[in-house]
């Protein structure tokens, strides 16, 4: 413990990439990931994560997902068209383009990102707030 600080646990934002789909990559069809997965090409399908207590999924700038994704955190950068289900933090960046719903734990827009859909809390099992 560093300046009375204590270590998180629970849901990590991940912040290592353990695999890469470059921007000349196309896949068609749905796609299952652990830990950190960074997409700069296309996925035409789904795109989720295994436990949905832990992975990030990052799209880079020329990244696009045409298909719904299920994950614990996503990054935006490039485009999504599906509905975002993310039980953690949805972080939408400058230029970031979402068509669809937004199901979210967190949520981070930044000045230029659009969404073109609705925006959902996602409220923890238990909560009654």
């Not at 849901?11 to 997409?39: K, N, Y």
């Not at 990052?58 to 039980?87: K, L, M, P």
Request: overall charge negative; aromatic content about 4%; proline content about 2%.
């Amino acid at each position: 413990m560093l300046f009375g600080r204590s270590k998180k646990r629970g849901d990590p934002l991940q912040e290592r990439i353990d695999c890469l789909i470059g921007a000349d990559a196309s896949i068609q069809g749905d796609l299952v990931f652990t830990g950190g997965l960074r997409i700069d090409g296309r996925i035409t399908g789904d795109v989720a994560v295994a436990r949905i207590d832990a992975g990030t999924l990052t799209i880079g700038d020329q990244g696009c997902i045409e298909g719904d994704v299920r994950v614990s955190h996503v990054i935006v950068y490039g485009e999504i068209r599906g509905t975002v289900y993310a039980t953690g933090l949805v972080d939408v960046r400058p230029n970031a383009r979402i068509w669809g719903d937004v199901h979210y734990g967190s949520l981070e827009m930044q000045a230029g990102a659009l969404i073109e859909g609705h925006l959902i809390k996602h409220r923890p099992v238990g909560s009654t707030q």
